[in-house]
């Protein structure tokens, strides 16, 4: 008999008890669960070290001696943009204002001394990373003391990293927006940046701001004219003003380094530099300085130099990039036409430098470009005769503290010597200058039957009765107003001349 049959009630009987589930939300395609809401204290935890995170990666991206910057930064920009599109990228960070900033001060071993203007460092940024002048301000933010802007370009694509060998080709030519622009932009910084206490156009102490004056393309080549321009736009609102007949990449640019060409150019800059209306910013006009090619050879440099000499031009830039391919470069990109920059052009430049301070005086500085991507490359430069030094592509493979570490190896460089920077470039100047020859001696010291002769002739005569000895001598030798005295009186005339020196000598009266 069925269990229900005794005496269960029919209502609980199989297939008649039923169980009511509690009610459930109807839930739609659209519908989802709700979470529990978090707990105040998860909340709050969540909030702090959100902020604490962000508070720590801001510190240390603003830090331009962030390793960040080196090791992430730069890799993943060179893996994502082409070198010019990054190349475009940095200068509009830099000039947002938001990019990082050198917090130290330098060391009082890394003073320089350019002409009579004092630099906190000796580490400068060479023309071509802001040719718009975009970013002055943030350039000077990394550390740099020297900031050179430029002044349509080629066509693309005109840049190409060789990261096997460190290095860069470029053929920007001088892809600028224009004087009208670039003015524009540098004249913008003074109402919000001049300073009472800043004689400079760089309108801080310890720095430099300098203008690289190029030539456009279509311009006839021996033409002055660009460069003229120039210099009348740019020189009430410059330190320094570029003359730049080196770039490889403006056809007929380079051939201004021939002699006769160049005479007539840095006569004609000389003097628009000179004529200049007083500056707004400055007490006195910019300095002219000369970029040249590392490719010159050593006649060329001579020639260079003394044309440099005779118009007082007030410094050099040694050197630009080379249109030379050394053999142990590996890179796929290495036969592109355009400037070769980066290390493997340090060896070419250096014996330009070398070739250059022999040749022009002390009182003309020379600084080096070329190849420098380290401390020990920055103190290189200075035993060969450079008051300072300019970075351009080791700034463009390392990044925004690439001027604050190589700062920090120079400083460490200069412990280990014992100097200071200006230790280390003094006696290096003095030592390789170019030293102006002493004049010529007059005729009367060298004429036969003159001072110098008589002189000798008496020297000869005292020989002769040394050899003779006491027993042969004749006595006009040993009488007063004889042969003795006539000697004599020949050495005390040689020792008066000697001390007058020789402009002084005359002829002696007839």
């Known amino acids: 008999m069925p269990f229900f049959q005794h005496g269960i009630p029919k209502s609980l009987a199989r297939g008649s008890l039923k169980f009511k589930r509690p009610p459930q939300p109807t839930r739609t395609l659209f519908s989802r669960a709700q979470a529990a809401p978090p707990s105040a204290v998860r909340a709050t935890v969540y909030a702090a070290t959100m902020a604490l995170s962000a508070t720590v990666f801001a510190v240390y991206y603003c830090d331009a001696r962030s390793a960040l910057h080196r090791y992430v930064v730069m890799p993943v920009a060179r893996s994502l943009f082409d070198a010019e599109t990054g190349h475009k990228l940095a200068v509009k960070l830099l000039k947002s204002g938001l990019g990082p900033r050198d917090p130290v001060s330098d060391t009082e071993r890394l003073k320089c001394k350019l002409w009579d203007e004092e630099l906190s460092n000796p580490i400068g940024l060479a023309a071509g990373f802001d040719k718009d002048g975009e970013a002055i301000d943030g350039l000077f933010n990394l550390g740099f003391s020297w900031v050179e802007i430029g002044s349509p370009g080629n066509p693309k694509p005109r840049m190409f990293r060789l990261e096997e060998d460190s290095a860069v080709i470029n053929r920007y030519g001088f892809p600028s927006q224009g004087h009208t622009s670039v003015l524009a932009r540098v004249k913008s910084r003074l109402p919000s940046f001049r300073q009472e206490s800043s004689q400079r156009a760089a309108l801080r102490d310890e720095a430099i701001l300098a203008v690289n004056l190029g030539k456009n393309k279509e311009s006839p080549a021996e033409s002055p004219e660009d460069f003229v321009s120039g210099v009348r736009t740019f020189g009430p609102f410059a330190d320094v003003l570029v003359v730049n007949v080196s770039s490889p990449n403006t056809p007929g640019l380079r051939g201004l380094q021939n002699r006769e060409l160049l005479e007539t150019l840095l006569s004609a800059v000389v003097k628009a530099r000179d004529e200049l209306p007083p500056s707004p910013i400055t007490s006195r006009r910019p300095r002219l300085v000369l970029k040249i090619a590392p490719d010159l050879n050593e006649s060329q440099i001579v020639d260079i130099a003394d044309v440099i000499r005779k118009n007082k031009i007030d410094g050099v830039i040694v050197s630009n990039t080379t249109i030379q391919r050394p053999k142990h470069l590996i890179s796929a990109h290495k036969e592109e036409v355009g400037g070769l920059s980066g290390p493997p052009i340090k060896p070419y430049s250096l014996k330009a430098l070398k070739t250059m301070?022999?040749?022009?005086?002390?009182?003309?500085?020379?600084?080096?470009?070329?190849?420098?991507?380290?401390?020990?490359?920055?103190?290189?430069?200075?035993?060969?005769?450079?008051?300072?030094?300019?970075?351009?592509?080791?700034?463009?493979?390392?990044?925004?503290?690439?001027?604050?570490?190589?700062?920090?190896?120079?400083?460490?460089?200069?412990?280990?010597?014992?100097?200071?920077?200006?230790?280390?470039?003094?006696?290096?100047?003095?030592?390789?200058?170019?030293?102006?020859?002493?004049?010529?001696?007059?005729?009367?010291?060298?004429?036969?039957?003159?001072?110098?002769?008589?002189?000798?002739?008496?020297?000869?005569?005292?020989?002769?009765?040394?050899?003779?000895?006491?027993?042969?001598?004749?006595?006009?030798?040993?009488?007063?107003?004889?042969?003795?005295?006539?000697?004599?009186?020949?050495?005390?005339?040689?020792?008066?001349?000697?001390?007058?020196?020789?402009?002084e000598k005359v002829e002696p009266s007839s």
């Open 357 to 503: 301070r022999e040749n022009l005086p002390s009182t003309i500085p020379l600084i080096g470009a070329g190849g420098i991507s380290s401390g020990k490359d920055a103190l290189e430069f200075a035993k060969a005769g450079a008051s300072m030094v300019q970075l351009y592509t080791s700034f463009g493979y390392d990044g925004v503290g690439t001027c604050r570490r190589i700062k920090d190896q120079l400083d460490e460089e200069l412990v280990k010597e014992g100097k200071t920077w200006e230790q280390v470039v003094n006696e290096a100047v003095d030592k390789l200058s170019w030293k102006e020859p002493p004049p010529p001696k007059p005729e009367a010291a060298k004429a036969d039957g003159g001072i110098g002769q008589l002189i000798s002739e008496a020297k000869e005569l005292e020989a002769l009765l040394d050899k003779l000895g006491d027993s042969e001598k004749p006595e006009a030798a040993k009488a007063d107003g004889g042969i003795g005295q006539l000697i004599s009186e020949a050495k005390e005339l040689e020792a008066l001349l000697d001390k007058l020196g020789d402009s």
